[in-house]
């Protein structure tokens, strides 16, 4: 398994930074942008987590990314960090689309930049994900499940926390969710069992600044049953 485990960060590591140079053509893309967000809230869970005394829980994050696109595939990285250095995470990704309507990605995460970012060995950071996902008219859906890294259970043994969502776009401008952790996830969506984690509504607005240029903006207001918590997140997208 950690053989496993290191090829595929491995290559996921170099399809992140680029294909060779052979591959790079008119054909292919390179894109990079950010958001910027009130708070860094993923699956219906907060990124910085409840801590006693903690001033700086729920602050802004700032959330770039880079990819190169070539036909159906992708590969680019993905991190966040907060204004105040709470969150430090790198994730690198490698995504192919079978078509428009149904891809699959795997998606190497690490939510802990402070220590050795090459380490897939004993201890590691690291936490890898298979995730399928697809969409038939308004309807969308995706399952998404680790299996392998440091997503443990309290016993030691891998936990392969896994969680599914469906969405319904009412609109161009709005969206409805639901996502719910299939399984016990100590570490991740921090249930004991089933739990449905994020349920919410996620509402975007273009506003226009210039003729040649205009503000992406967007809200999310969302419900995590499972912990018994809300949340609100604004976000811009540069």
Known sequence: ?????????????????????SQVSAQGAFCT???????????????ERVVPGNPALGSPNIQPYLSYCIGGFTAGAWASTSFLGN???VDLYATYAFSSALSLTLTDYNWNFAGNYFNYGSGTDHVFEATLAGTVGSFSGSLNTMFAGADKLDSGKNAFSSYAE???????????????????????????????????????????????????????VGL???????????????
Not at 34 to 47: E, K, L, T
Not at 191 to 208: A, D, M, P, Q, Y
């Open 166 to 220: 469906l969405g319904y776009q009412i609109c161009p401008e709005a969206k409805v969710f639901v996502g719910a952790a299939l399984n016990e996830s100590p570490g991740v969506y921090l249930t004991s069992g089933f739990g449905v984690t994020n349920v919410g509504l996620k509402v975007s607005k273009s506003i226009e600044i210039t003729d040649k240029f205009s503000l992406p903006l967007y809200g999310i």
């Open 33 to 47: 942008g950010a958001d910027i967000v009130s708070s860094y809230v993923w699956r219906g869970v907060p990124q």
């Open 87 to 89: 969150v430090k995470e």
């Open 1 to 21: 398994m950690k053989n496993l485990v290191k090829k595929i960060s491995m290559g996921l590591v170099f399809v992140a930074l680029g294909s060779s140079i």
């Open 224 to 238: 995590n049953p499972d912990a018994k918590s809300a949340f609100f997140v604004a976000g811009i997208t540069l």
